[in-house]
């Protein structure tokens, strides 16, 4: 199913993100996670591609056990600053021949010492991917601004031409400040982008994050989240409930602002996932019409 159907019949969209192992590590792993995900049935799962410039191509082999095995719709991510046009188109066809219908664009990371020039910027993906077949295309935004954009409005000048060559949805980058968004979206809109955006809400639940993917995003970290991180880093069970009580805290106020969805970058952890899950489930049941069963 294409999500853009999701976004036409529900009032918020629910779904996760994993990333595919290591290539050298047991993809057993990934199948793990995903049974022990089995009874939750986000709307959709999206597998990261490449992540660092690394070549991987297990994206496609993850998006058919999503599909087939698991019956949840896949979101493939696609990559393109590193590849050629025939590298491209083959990761394409590829996953279009698996049954996927639903692929994130993305310009992707850079790779010191790569130099491959086809592709600049996801617009240029948006609009190769649209030329070759009518799947959606999702789009990734940045409430705090991407990392290389010289201001936010620039970068928001840049999403709308993504947009307008072909994307139906953005996923946000992760972010701790719910007013920051609220603003951010206010600007979006302004700028003439109306399609649906699903908030990035990472659940901060290990030390370890704060100094790697957090820091690697920029993201800003609320006095809140320093308090948090300050009193618990050394207490791994007490961080684990902080993390997933502030996460919930962050998409209970999201979804009571009007958000068209959550996109829970779940970090391959289910024990994190059916946590948030049992907090939240009941109410996004409710917005979109689902009758609780006691
Ligand atoms: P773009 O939309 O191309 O933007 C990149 C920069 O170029 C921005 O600063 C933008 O303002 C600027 N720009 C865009 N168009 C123009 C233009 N016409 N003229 C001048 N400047 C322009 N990376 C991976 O490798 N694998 C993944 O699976 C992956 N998944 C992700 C999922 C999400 C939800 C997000 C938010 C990011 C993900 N990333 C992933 C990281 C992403 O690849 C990087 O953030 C990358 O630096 C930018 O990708 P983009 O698609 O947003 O790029």
């Known amino acids: ?28 792993k990934i199948y793990k996670t995903l049974s022990e995900l089995k009874n939750i049935k986000p709307d959709y799962i999206s597998i990261t591609y490449s992540a660092g410039g690394s070549k991987n191509s297990r994206t496609k082999e993850i998006a058919q056990i999503v599909k087939n095995d698991y019956n ?34 993305l310009r992707g990371d850079r790779v010191e010492g790569e130099v491959k ?27 705090e601004g991407h990392p290389e954009s010289v201001n936010i409005v620039e970068d928001i000048r840049h999403m709308k031409i993504k947009v307008d060559k072909g994307v139906s949805h953005l996923n946000s980058q992760l972010f701790f400040d719910n007013d920051d968004y ?22 901060l639940v290990k030390a370890s994050q704060f100094g790697g993917i957090v820091k690697m995003t920029g993201a800003k970290l609320p006095s809140k989240i320093s308090r948090m991180y300050n009193k618990f880093a050394d207490d791994p069970e007490a961080l684990m409930e902080a993390g997933i009580a502030y996460a919930t805290d962050q998409i209970v106020d999201l979804l009571s602002s009007g958000v068209e969805g959550i996109h829970l970058y779940i970090m391959n952890n289910a024990y994190v996932a059916k946590r948030i899950t049992e ?3 009941p109410i996004i049941d409710k917005l979109n019409g689902v009758k609780q069963t006691v």
Not at 188 to 196: E, K, Q, S
């Open 1 to 28: 199913m294409k999500i853009s159907k999701l976004f036409k019949e529900k009032k918020a969209v629910y779904s996760f993100e994993i990333f595919p192992p290591k290539i050298n590590d047991d993809i057993g």
């Open 72 to 105: 949840i719709e896949p979101l493939a991510h696609l990559t393109c600053i590193n590849s050629t046009r025939e590298e491209v188109a083959d990761a394409l066809r590829g996953l279009i021949d698996i049954g996927v219908e639903n692929v994130l664009a």
């Open 182 to 203: 609220l603003k951010y979206l206010d600007m979006v809109r302004l700028a003439g982008i109306d399609v649906p955006i699903q908030a990035g809400i990472m659940p």
């Open 117 to 143: 020039s086809d592709f600049k910027y996801a617009s240029e993906l948006t609009e190769f991917i649209r030329q070759y077949s009518d799947i959606d295309i999702a789009g990734a935004c940045y409430p």
């Open 279 to 281: 907090n939240i489930k």
